[in-house]
């Protein structure tokens, strides 16, 4: 049966005594007692079963075998004294390939915009950023992180919040001048909606305010599941839209739209995450795209001002 191999604390040992010539030297530069360091060299040449150092009553010097096995054994231990430095400094350094996937509308308004500073202020960083609006799992797929919009299921992952959205009725200035402005949710029967399939409550709009829930099916002349095409419908006057407040703050703010029913939510609305693989450590290239991401949206949206202010 093959002998275990030597453990890093005997080669160290050893390399320390033969550099210091001296077991009672090698102990007071490695805070041991030199019955430690002894039994650990001769445990180390029983299992080599050849003798590394002659004692004798003034020194300890290396033999012929143990000359050999220092030159590698130092060389062995500077590659893994570096190796371990490298790998450590990705938990400080904010360095290399960082993978990172989110959904597309929202990335595509809401993160893309500051990759070219990102890039430009962490130049020892390459982002590989994928747009999905499907489930992604950052394990098994090898993201860094992955940015989801709503509430999370059960998961081993980590959740770090950057971001909190609500659901609000829209519509065009020119659409409501023509068909009127709803005042009551159940209202919406009487006016062309634009239908998003991607709302997990789809084909129906649970809308509540306070204690009061309210169940709507809408019904219009489009349906699709790109929430940016019937955004687009909505600023052209199509109709009204139920859209997260991300996607529309720019048009409300432009007054291209207008909140209809304020205080009236779905029932979905929910939190902004960062989701990263289980684990402690956080690499350093993944903490500064969080931070910059996060920083980025306190600094772009006010929802309630920017709304209020078309009302």
């Not at 050999?68 to 350094?93: C, F, G």
């Not at 209202?187 to 084909?203: I, K, R, S």
Request: glycine residues 8%.
């Amino acid at each position: 049966m093959q002998e275990d191999p030597p453990s890093i604390e005997e080669l160290r040992t050893f390399i320390a005594v033969a550099d210091f010539g001296s077991f009672a030297e090698a102990a007071r530069h490695m805070g041991r007692d030199t019955s430690v360091l002894s039994r650990r060299i001769n445990a180390l040449e029983r299992r080599l079963g050849v003798r590394l150092l002659a004692r004798t009553t003034r020194a300890v010097v290396l033999t012929e075998a143990g000359e050999q096995y220092h030159r590698r054994v130092q060389t062995i231990l500077e590659e893994l004294e570096a190796a371990s430095r490298d790998v450590s400094d990705i938990a400080v350094t904010p360095r290399g390939l960082l993978r990172v996937s989110m959904p597309l509308a929202f990335g595509r308004r809401w993160i893309a915009p500051l990759l070219p500073g990102f890039a430009a202020d962490f130049p020892e960083i390459r982002v590989d950023v994928r747009f999905s609006d499907r489930h992604v799992d950052p394990v098994p797929e090898g993201f860094d992180l992955t940015l989801r919009v709503g509430q999370l299921a059960d998961s081993a992952c980590i959740a770090r919040r950057i971001g909190t959205y609500r659901t609000m009725l829209v519509a065009a200035p020119a659409y409501l001048a023509a068909r009127g402005v709803p005042e009551r949710p159940e209202d919406l029967g009487e006016h062309a909606c634009l239908c998003f399939t991607g709302h997990v409550t789809w084909p129906r709009w649970p809308l509540s305010k306070g204690g009061r829930r309210v169940m709507v099916e809408p019904k219009g002349p489009i349906i699709s599941d790109s929430a940016e095409i019937l955004v687009d419908a909505a600023v052209a006057g199509a109709g009204i839209i139920l859209a997260p407040d991300w996607h529309v703050i720019d048009h409300l703010r432009r007054g291209e739209l207008v909140e209809l029913l304020p205080g009236w939510s779905a029932a979905n609305d929910g939190p902004i995450n960062v989701i990263l693989p289980p684990g402690r450590i956080v690499p350093a290239k993944v903490r500064v795209f969080i931070d910059r991401a996060a920083e980025h949206l306190r600094e772009g949206w006010d929802w309630e001002r920017a709304a209020g202010s078309q009302g």
